[in-house]
Nanobody
Framework: QVQLVESGGGLVQAGGSLRLSCAAS????????AGWYRQTVENRRELVAG???????NYDDSVEGRFTISRDNAKNTVYLQMNNLKPEDTAVYYC???????????????WGQGTQVTVSS
């Protein structure tokens, strides 16, 4: 069974840091590309950061310079390092990825279950 499992969320004070992890498990050969999204209290799901198969990264303007997306191909894991967190970063964070299975099938837009990040002022 293929799964994307996010972890690393929690409660932190403004100015603090968290590192989110998104681990692919099951019969997965690799993560092709991935993105971190967050769902706000207004129920909007917005792209926070993305990383391509060639390790090209992109960020929403609101997190540029504070968040860093990276990957560990050996662990089939994508990370989101979040520094200088602000109360407006509070949201449920989701990982979405395109996955290559051991059978060389591509699973597109595979989503994890989300992890809550709460930043207090």
């Amino acid at each position: 069974q293929v799964q994307l499992v996010e972890s690393g969320g929690g409660l932190v004070q403004a100015g603090g840091s968290l590192r989110l992890s998104c681990a692919a498990s099951g019969t997965i050969r690799s993560i092709i590309g991935a993105g971190w999204y967050r769902q706000t209290v207004e129920n909007r799901r917005e792209l926070v950061a993305g990383i391509t198969s060639g390790d090209k990264t992109n960020y929403d303007d609101s997190v540029e310079g504070r968040f860093t997306i990276s990957r560990d191909n050996a662990k089939n894991t994508v990370y989101l390092q979040m520094n200088n967190l602000k109360p407006e970063d509070t949201a449920v964070y989701y990982c979405s990825a395109d996955l290559m299975t051991m059978q060389n099938q591509i699973l597109r837009d595979f989503w994890g279950q989300g992890t809550q990040v709460t930043v207090s002022s």
